[in-house]
């Protein structure tokens, strides 16, 4: 490989790595994590090797992240069945004041709107982990819609919760705020990590986005 060592430049993607190498096919800078080597040792960096048709152009961090999206994704859609599950045992088994609580959380238009809404979002999550890995351009797009819809779910569940939460029993409120928060940092952690790791350039130059 064409190595150009001691060069003051540094990476196009990387701008705290040294690059060490050239692009071939762009002319830009970059360094060992993000140029590969064609047969007769050319070097071309992992977004003009993807251009260039080349296969398995996809870096390490972006096949992580996509099997995050794909797990994360099937545990949702699976947590939905769950739930649906669960809605019907509480029905048959009891009919105290947790049976009244659980049927205020989960039944009526709205509850149902907001239940398929999520197993949408849980959807969209799996559908994106599926385009990262094949290094759909759509899958940029995918994982910030995601994003977004994620922070609205979140803040729609909180207020909805503590709107009714004066007529829960004061003895679920604790589990049932607890679990919120819970799932609440959770889904906002989850957000963030796939936002920042999604514009960074590195990764958008694989995706072509
Ligand atoms: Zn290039
Ligand atoms: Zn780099």
């Known amino acids: 490989m064409q190595q150009m060592m001691g060069s003051h430049n540094y990476c196009h993607n990387h701008p705290k790595r040294a690059a060490f190498y050239k692009c071939e096919n762009c002319g ?9 080597t064609s047969g007769d040792g050319r070097p071309v960096c992992r977004g003009c090797a993807v251009q260039l048709g080349w296969p398995n152009t996809r870096s390490g961090g972006l096949t992580a992240v996509g099997i995050i999206a794909i797990i994360f994704g099937s545990i949702g859609v699976l947590s939905i069945f769950f739930v649906l599950m669960s809605q019907k045992l509480v029905k ?10 659980m049927q205020k ?12 809404f999520t197993a949408c979002t849980w959807i969209l999550l799996l559908c994106s982990g599926i385009g990262l890995l094949k290094l759909k351009r759509w899958a940029f797009g995918a994982v ?9 779910q ?22 049932i705020v607890g679990s919120l928060v819970g799932s609440a940092a959770l889904g906002l952690a989850l957000a963030v990590l796939f936002l920042v790791f999604i514009t960074r350039p590195a990764i958008r130059t694989q995706l072509r986005a």
Not at 28 to 36: H, V, W
Not at 105 to 116: R, V
Not at 155 to 170: K, Q
């Open 28 to 36: 830009e800078y970059f360094c060992d994590k993000c140029i590969l």
């Open 92 to 101: 048959n088994l009891s009919r105290g004041a947790e049976y009244e609580t």
């Open 105 to 116: 959380l989960s039944e009526g238009p709205i509850a149902m709107f907001f239940l398929i």
């Open 144 to 152: 910030v819609t995601y994003c977004v819809l994620d922070v609205f």
């Open 154 to 175: 979140i803040a729609v569940n909180m207020i909805r919760t503590f709107s009714i939460l004066d007529s829960i029993p004061p003895f679920m409120r604790g589990m």
